[in-house]
């Protein structure tokens, strides 16, 4: 042992250990910037999809992207911006948040931001937030008719200024989510679809997110460190319905991989006549229809 002791240099064992040190650090810096990359181009080729399967923007479209200062609005944001560069067809982005006037509202946070990051943006001012107080009767959560006001002068603004879309910063678990709350408790198969015209004709509402997962959108917020705004200054509830099916679809995540890629295949995937809405399939007219194929089979029976 003294005989090792003999050799033992601290001052060069304390440099090797610092050099080991920094070299682990910077191979886990190349590690984390190489893992963020792949999940920025996994996002990126995502809403890329998603704009080129729903045919979400044509040439010369004016996007009003809605900000209300969450990781998904944020995210999709970044997205269009980078798409934007080096998409084919020229667009043109303004975005657009809503300060519903809920006290503690960060008012400065996002036009700080958009104005860091060279966005034409508009703050629409609108205090909701006493309608809201006031119309909801106690213990009631105030989300539902929130975002109901929130979209109305959404939507009234995009006209105002010109907008010929309007993008919205819903990902694949709200719609899973949706799909779950309406078969739950409204007794419809609908979710969020990635495109819609409003109900009056006048607005397209886009879901550029519509294949992104929240766990990608969450880790991607977290690197970029976007100003997060909390959407609950309104001291409300959380959605308590909401909240049990997001859990639920956490936990088929977590114990049973694949089955949310599954079910969102799902939704784009539709049978209506293995299903049972005869808006949707002529079950009625299934007679005619196999009378029509037999009628066919013969005549190709006799010309053969
Ligand atoms: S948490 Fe508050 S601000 Fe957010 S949607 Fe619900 S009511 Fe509106």
New binding site residues.
Partial sequence: MQHHLDHFDPASATSDAAARLSESAEHHAAKHKCEFNKLQKRLRREVGNAIIDYRMIDEGDRVMVCL?GGKDSYTMLEMLLSLQRNAPVNFSLVAVNMD?K?PGFPEHVLPAYLKERGVEYHILERD??SV?KEKTPEGK???A???RL?RGSLYGFAEEIGATKIALGHHREDILETLFLNMFFGGTLKSMPPKLLSDDGKNIVIRPLAYCKEADIAEYAQAMAFPIIP??????Q??LQRQVVKDMLADWDKHHPGRLESMFKAVTNVAPSQLADRDLFDFAGLEAKQAALMEGRIQALNVG
Avoid: A, D, E, I
């Fill in positions: 209300s519903q809920q909701t937030y809201v959560t105030t989300c008719l929130c975002s929130r959407c609950n200054l309104c001291g409300s959380p959605n």
